[in-house]
């Protein structure tokens, strides 16, 4: 049984673009990255095999760097036992 966490990792995908930048939800999705690794107690050599990625892939992430695909957010999920949900929202009108 998958075990669930106490807040989900959500971000806007649109806003991991400017994450080179140190945008807060990049900030913010690279340090759910990095707790729920900590929490499962995997290295980020253990992470990037159980998700098919590269080392320095999981280490761009956690350091809030990198654009990562849909399909390597889905294995990360996968891999840290969460469940990707990705979903279309109207912005908040001024």
Known sequence: MRSAIAS???VRVG???SAAGGSRPAIEFANA???RRLELGLTQTQLAQRAGLRQPDVS???SGGG???LGM???LAHA???RFVARFEKPDVA
């Open 80 to 82: 840290l036992e969460l």
């Open 67 to 69: 654009t990562p695909t």
């Open 15 to 17: 806003s991991l673009h």
């Open 60 to 62: 761009r992430l956690e």
């Open 73 to 75: 957010l889905d294995r």
């Open 33 to 35: 990255i990095r707790e």
């Open 8 to 10: 989900p990792i959500a």
